[in-house]
């Protein structure tokens, strides 16, 4: 049974940092396409960040491009979305993805989710 449990998040200022982190069970992670998704409140989830299973393919929404990083540490079976220079409109509950697929940009394919953790960006 694949299971994704993230953590990192919390409560920060404007212009401040997080690092979320998400551990992978119950499938190779090694092999794992992963993503980070967000939903804010009274909005669709979004792509955030993907990444391949080696790490050397990486990429990014628009609106986080430059500002977060993601990457991976497959010894640990976890995924992490390093976030800089927040912003308000990055307020969501962010959630780590997999698949069994190959790529990390085929969105529609992602079908094991984390439980979420909650971001909140203040003023």
């Known amino acids: 049974q694949v299971q994704l449990v993230e953590s990192g998040g919390g409560l920060v200022q404007a212009g401040g940092s997080l690092r979320l982190s998400c551990v992978v069970s119950?499938?190779?992670?090694?092999?794992?396409?992963m993503g980070w998704f967000r939903q804010a409140p009274g909005k669709e989830r979004e792509f955030v960040a993907g990444?391949?299973?080696?790490?050397?393919?990486?990429g990014y929404a628009d609106s986080v491009k430059g500002r977060f990083t993601i990457s991976r540490d497959n010894a640990k079976n976890t995924v992490y979305l390093q976030m800089n220079s927040l912003k308000l409109e990055d307020t969501a509950v962010y959630y780590c993805a997999t698949h069994y697929g190959a790529h990390w940009n085929r969105l529609k394919e992602y079908s094991y989710w984390g439980q979420g953790t909650q971001v909140t960006v203040s003023s």
């Open positions: 119950g499938r190779t992670f090694s092999g794992a396409p």
């Open positions: 990444i391949s299973p080696s790490g050397g393919s990486t």
